[in-house]
């Protein structure tokens, strides 16, 4: 294996590992985000519970108001109805107050529902209330037992980058920039080692990372040239065991 090939055997095991860490890194900030995120879909529903709690009390106060005034007025009839002079008069302001209390009725119906309404948006905003606290406990919990891991994984993360930037910089950047584009299609498995079947010749070829069959030109080639060859499949760059 020469020097090239060598020196990206060795970078991929760096990248797996940086890979690791990272993924390992995702999972704790996944719990901590998906915590964070129940809690706030529970305060935006909160926030809407409240603000139609706010509605149906203004709607309340309206009617209220309503309901006052058309009481004044019908007190107002009655006292009219009381000084009539003629029995058409008297009928008019009758038919008045009659038709007023209908719609009072019809108000204080309203009124009524909407107070229940608010009653049960009470009680819906405080088992909001009660469970977004209780959530916040466990975000403290989360967080808390997940801090000091994160923090150990950014420290390993920084200083394997640097180990990785390091080894790196021996690879020329043509080559550099095939490693890395087939690294990120792969979680970082960039390589992949060409397995020998067979006890005798002509042995069998295959890619050890997606094991489609290979040309023995594949093999032949990487015993005697330090060069990038790629799998015809999966495209990822091929090396063979020093004993292969």
């Given amino acids: 294996m020469g ?5 990206l055997v060795q970078l991929q095991s760096i990248e797996l590992d940086l890979t690791n860490l990272r993924r390992r890194k995702r999972v704790k900030d996944n719990a901590v985000n998906a915590q964070q ?23 309340s106060d ?28 008297y009928a008019t302001l009758l038919t008045q107050i009659n038709s007023l ?31 977004i606290a209780e959530e916040g406990k ?6 808390d037992s997940s801090k000091d891991e994160i923090a150990k994984l950014d420290t390993m993360i920084a200083d394997l980058t640097v180990k990785r930037d390091d ?11 095939i490693f890395d584009r087939i690294a990120s299609n792969y979680d970082g498995e960039a390589m992949a080692q060409v397995e020998v079947s067979g006890r005798k010749q002509p042995y069998s070829y295959s890619c050890g990372g997606c094991y489609m069959s290979l040309n023995a030109e594949h093999a032949n080639a990487l015993k005697s040239h330090d060069a990038i060859r790629q799998c015809d499949n999966c495209k990822r760059i091929l090396y063979m065991d020093e004993t292969a």
């Fill in 3 to 7: 020097p090239l090939i060598s020196a």
């Fill in 37 to 59: 995120a129940k809690i706030n879909q529970h305060t935006e529903q909160l926030e809407s519970v409240r603000a139609n709690s706010m509605e149906r009390r203004k709607r």
């Fill in 62 to 89: 309206e009617l209220d108001l309503d309901l006052r005034a058309s009481e004044e007025h019908v007190e107002k009839l009655r006292v009219d109805l009381n000084s009539a002079k003629t029995n058409k008069e």
């Fill in 101 to 131: 209390r209908a719609d009072n009725a019809k108000v204080e119906d309203e009124g009524l529902k909407v107070i229940a309404e608010i009653e049960a948006l009470k009680q819906q905003i405080t088992e909001l209330e009660a469970l």
């Fill in 138 to 143: 466990k975000l403290t919990i989360v967080q």
């Fill in 167 to 177: 080894s790196a910089g021996k690879i020329p950047p043509k080559s550099l920039a």
